[in-house]
Each structure stands twice: as C-alpha cells, then as structure tokens.
DNA sequence: GTTGTACTTTACCTTTAGGTTAAATACAAA
DNA sequence: TTTGTATTTAACCTAAAGGTAAAGTACAAC
C-alpha cells in the first residue's frame, strides 16, 4: 500500500546527494556502514544519520554481522517513487494528446487557443 | 543530458508534498498560481516561492497571459527522476538474481551466505 | 578483563527551507 | 489616470537539516 507518508519519506530521502548516492552505491550490492562512507569526506556520524533516514524511509534495511551492521537496498519504496513520476507524467502527456488533438480541431475551424505559452509539444508530434 | 545538477534539483524540488501535489495538479493540464494555490492553506508568496523552486529544477515552464503566469508541467525532468529510481532498482534486482543463483548454487554443496540479514526475496522467488 | 573495531548517540553549531506580512510590479479595465 | 486583479519581491522569523567532536555501546579477539 503506498500511503502518502511513505512515498513523503522516501522523496525526502532523497533529496540529499549523499543518500542517493548511498542508495545508488546499493544497488551495486550489500554493504556496511564503513564502506559506505568510504567514498565521502565527511564523518561517521553524519552518514550513520544519512542511514537512519534511509532506514526509516524504508528504503534501506539494516542487518548485523558481528559488529558490523550491513545495509541492503529495499526495492519497494524505489520502486513507488518511480512509479510516481511515471504515473504524473503520464497524465500529463496524455492530457497533452487530447488537448492537442482539440487544438487541431479549433485550428481546423479557425479557432484560438488563449495559453499564453508558445506551442511546443515536449516530445514533437504525438504519437498516435 | 541528465546532468547531476539536474537530477540534484528535481529530486529536492519533489521533496515537498505541497510542491508535489502542484505538480500532480499540474499533470491535469496547465493552471494560474491562483489556482495553482487555491487547494492550500498557505499564502500565495509562499506558493509563488516553490513555483520558483519548480522552474528552477525544470519540472515546470511558466507563459505569460495578461497578469496572468499560467505554469506548465514539463516532462524531462520527471521522467528522469523515475528513470534514476527504476535503473537503480533494477541494478539491484538484477544483482540480487545473480546472488540468488549464486546462493543457491552454494546451498546445493553445503555452502552458507554469512550476510547476517535473514533471507528474504523481496520480489517472492526471482524470474528467469 | 583489556584492547581494538565498528558503529551510534549526545550535545552542539550553522545554514537553509518554508512560512509570514507588507510593499512593489505588471497589466486590464473603468 | 485611478482602481482592481494577479503575482512577485523584500524583510524577516523559526524550525529543521546536515554537519561536527566527543562519549557511549556492542561485539571479537587477545
């Protein structure tokens, strides 16, 4: 179930550079927090805190390996952002189709179409 | 070209739920800042500032109509925001089906995963 | 039980994000 | 040219985000 609050967190998350570049790191495999933190100059305790937001976010779960606390991605929470985005985007340009297909109609008929922006479709002609 | 910047900018400017939800408003057709900010309860600086935040991350184009500035989702930008989540989960999907295989193989002579993470599949059983 | 390793927590600082109200701008209409 | 409508800019406030250093916890190994 995607509530609000999930996909809420999980846009906050990552928004930070660091985190998507953690979660990015993630993809590429397990990984615990030192190793994590290798690539970044800051310290410890700022990516254990960058963790926490992961975690908490859900987009990341914690194990532990004797004093080591590795990470793996979780895929859901990834997964709900793009869909997200797709879905908006989606709308939109189907939307765009219509309207598009509506403008023709009125340009056929000597219409106008009063948008204030310059016509541009964002992906050339639609398809279709 | 998806720069970092770029991709830096959207992911921030999604951040927010009340940006968010005007660019799901937006995904329905074009709109005016006074409609843009009917639905809420803040001022209208307020939403003219994260129309600005919006523009700057290229999520949204703004036109000119008399007084009005009627905005227009722009689709680039959103669509690289789910390309990054959806490649990013599947670099670790597609991993996960190698280790899976690799595990299994292991398992079939005796041989254990030392992870420290309970197994779990967040997809059920891997395809293919 | 002391030492080392891998973190996390606490207490703190500084910057920025999001909000406000009041004033400014841009244009239309009377 | 005054008035109204749509929006932005300016000045300001407050809370939260991201960072730090120093102390605390957990566990392994000696």
New interface residues.
């Given amino acids: 179930m995607t509530t609000?609050a999930q996909?809420?967190a999980a846009?906050?998350a990552?928004?930070d550079?660091t985190r998507?570049a953690i979660?990015?790191r993630?993809?590429?495999?397990?990984a615990t927090v030192l190793e994590l933190a290798q690539p970044f100059e800051i310290s410890l305790p700022a990516i254990s805190k960058h963790l926490k937001v992961l975690e908490r976010a859900a987009l990341i779960?914690r194990?532990?390996?004797?004093q080591?606390r590795?990470c793996?991605?979780?895929?859901?929470a990834?997964?709900e952002?793009?869909?997200?985005?797709?879905h908006?985007?989606r709308?939109?340009?189907e939307?765009f189709d219509r309207?598009d297909e509506y403008l023709h109609a009125m340009q056929a008929q000597g219409g106008s179409d009063?948008?204030?922006?310059?016509e541009r479709n964002?992906?050339g002609r639609s398809k279709r």
């Fill in positions: 609000a996909l809420d846009f906050a990552l928004a550079p998507r979660v990015a993630l993809a590429r495999g397990e779960t194990g532990r390996e004797a080591r590795p793996r991605l979780r895929t859901e990834l997964r952002v793009s869909e997200w985005a797709e908006t985007r709308a939109w340009e939307r309207l009063h948008s204030g922006i310059k964002p992906r």
